[in-house]
């Protein structure tokens, strides 16, 4: 099958590795000729734009960092839209708002191009080893005939709904992992700052109700003070604004979620939005000994 994938970064450039090494020709543009380097040495075409991916491909991915980007790159000048014929899927791994997903996805309707939405969960690692979670909204029939190229690249597929179904499901995610982070950053400090190991607190806390896929995983990169981004904490910003976006719209109330959204707003401030949003650990510890020195 003939594939197009735009946006070749941290998680893009693995996914579309493994669709090249799964017997797949690739084509792909990029803005930096840079991102096509990893390609010398599989079935893979760089084209001049978007749209001309699009004229060569039966699917073609995204994965972008926000919804202006999915915009442009689907619809705007040189875009998958102008290039695409009516046989044309397009999927979108980005993580956008949900009625941008159902705004992008209707438009390329008009053109005859179907739209996936379907954002991803387990960061770099996950996408490395094809081990992400992938959450879609769209159409089951186009959902059906992409599943065997999703099933290239995460352990868990599951259709969500509708279009947009699938940014709704990742907000959920991106909910519960903002919080949990936050939650174990704020009882590893607690932990320090009352004089007590954090590790030997992790190791008890695996065993009981508290146990968590972060506490085990960022729980132990926070010990390790490995702060590498598998996710950035200007992404988590990102996707937690989106929640709050959707929240005001909706006019619902997320606590939890806007507390954490702040968290992220201020480690993005900090000048850690490159490190992963462990970081927001290393905010709470700067927090605590201005309160120390005050007091």
């Given at each position: 099958m003939n594939i197009g994938f735009i946006g070749l970064g941290l998680?893009?450039?693995?996914?579309?590795?493994?669709?090249?090494?799964?017997?797949?020709?690739?084509?792909?543009?990029?803005?930096?000729s840079a991102a096509l380097e990893p390609?010398?040495?599989?079935?893979?075409?760089?084209?001049?734009?978007?749209?001309?991916?699009?004229?060569?491909?039966?699917?073609?991915?995204?994965?972008?960092?926000?919804?202006?980007?999915?915009?442009?790159?689907?619809?705007g000048e040189a875009g998958i839209a102008e290039g695409g014929n009516r046989s044309l899927i397009v999927v979108d791994m980005s993580t956008i708002n949900p009625n941008a997903a159902r705004t992008i996805g209707a438009r390329l309707a008009e053109k005859g191009i179907e739209f996936l939405d379907a954002p991803v969960s387990g960061g770099e690692v996950g996408a490395i080893n094809a081990q992400l979670t992938i959450m879609v909204g769209g159409k089951a029939d186009v959902f059906e005939k992409v599943k065997p190229l999703f099933e290239k690249l995460g352990k868990s597929v599951t259709l969500i709904g509708e279009s947009g179904a699938g940014q709704v499901a990742k907000a959920c995610n991106q909910i519960l992992t903002g919080v949990g982070v936050l939650a174990v950053a704020e009882a590893f400090n607690f932990a320090a700052r009352s004089g007590v190991d954090p590790a030997r607190v992790r190791e008890a806390l695996l065993g009981g109700f508290a146990y968590s896929r972060i506490l085990e995983n960022h729980g132990q990169r926070m010990l390790d003070r490995?702060?590498?981004?598998?996710?950035?904490?200007?992404?988590?910003?990102?996707?937690?604004?989106?929640?709050?976006?959707?929240?005001?719209?909706?006019?619902?109330?997320?606590?939890?979620?806007?507390?954490?959204?702040?968290?992220?707003?201020?480690?993005?401030?900090?000048?850690?939005?490159?490190?992963?949003?462990?970081?927001?650990?290393?905010?709470l510890e700067k927090m605590s000994v201005a309160e120390a020195l005050e007091a």
């Amino acid at each position: 099958m003939n594939i197009g994938f735009i946006g070749l970064g941290l998680m893009g450039r693995p996914l579309a590795l493994h669709l090249a090494r799964a017997g797949h020709a690739l084509h792909l543009w990029a803005r930096r000729s840079a991102a096509l380097e990893p390609f010398r040495d599989v079935a893979a075409r760089a084209h001049v734009s978007a749209a001309e991916v699009a004229k060569h491909a039966d699917v073609v991915f995204t994965m972008v960092a926000d919804a202006p980007d999915v915009e442009a790159v689907c619809l705007g000048e040189a875009g998958i839209a102008e290039g695409g014929n009516r046989s044309l899927i397009v999927v979108d791994m980005s993580t956008i708002n949900p009625n941008a997903a159902r705004t992008i996805g209707a438009r390329l309707a008009e053109k005859g191009i179907e739209f996936l939405d379907a954002p991803v969960s387990g960061g770099e690692v996950g996408a490395i080893n094809a081990q992400l979670t992938i959450m879609v909204g769209g159409k089951a029939d186009v959902f059906e005939k992409v599943k065997p190229l999703f099933e290239k690249l995460g352990k868990s597929v599951t259709l969500i709904g509708e279009s947009g179904a699938g940014q709704v499901a990742k907000a959920c995610n991106q909910i519960l992992t903002g919080v949990g982070v936050l939650a174990v950053a704020e009882a590893f400090n607690f932990a320090a700052r009352s004089g007590v190991d954090p590790a030997r607190v992790r190791e008890a806390l695996l065993g009981g109700f508290a146990y968590s896929r972060i506490l085990e995983n960022h729980g132990q990169r926070m010990l390790d003070r490995n702060f590498k981004p598998g996710f950035k904490a200007w992404m988590h910003q990102k996707d937690l604004r989106i929640v709050m976006e959707e929240a005001h719209r909706l006019g619902l109330m997320l606590p939890s979620a806007a507390a954490t959204a702040q968290v992220f707003n201020a480690v993005v401030g900090s000048g850690m939005g490159e490190d992963d949003s462990i970081a927001a650990l290393k905010l709470l510890e700067k927090m605590s000994v201005a309160e120390a020195l005050e007091a």
